[in-house]
């Protein structure tokens, strides 16, 4: 599911130069709940790089000050910031809150 939500995001450009990474993904799931995925060079992500096909296996996530449980392990100083998670925890997240909007 989460492959073919990143497959074909358009490189991200900082002062009309493409970067070695993606454009953030923003998910929203059925009962409200949101967050960012980020993945690439510059991102808590695997591999490093732009994967046009969305082939990642772990990807930076990004939330709201919301309580995820599911999320905990990868927990960056209480920033809402969670490197490296794995693709299937984050499928497993979008499934708890009900699927995509």
């Known amino acids: 599911m989460l492959k073919e939500m990143l497959a074909g995001r358009q490189l991200k450009n900082y002062n009309g130069y493409p970067q070695?990474?993606?454009e953030p993904l923003t998910v929203t799931c059925k009962?409200?709940?949101r967050f960012q995925i980020h993945a690439g060079r510059h991102s808590m992500s695997?591999?490093?790089g732009y994967?046009?096909?969305g082939n990642y296996r772990t990807v930076e996530i990004y939330i709201e000050p919301k309580d995820e449980?599911?999320?905990w392990p990868f927990a960056k100083h209480n920033t809402?910031?969670?490197g490296f998670v794995r693709?299937?925890?984050a499928e497993e997240i979008i499934r708890k809150h009900g699927g995509v909007l």
């Open 20 to 22: 070695d990474e993606m």
């Open 31 to 33: 009962d409200g709940f």
């Open 46 to 48: 695997t591999p490093a």
């Open 51 to 53: 994967q046009k096909e």
């Open 69 to 71: 449980a599911l999320l």
């Open 80 to 82: 809402g910031r969670y």
């Open 87 to 89: 693709v299937e925890v």
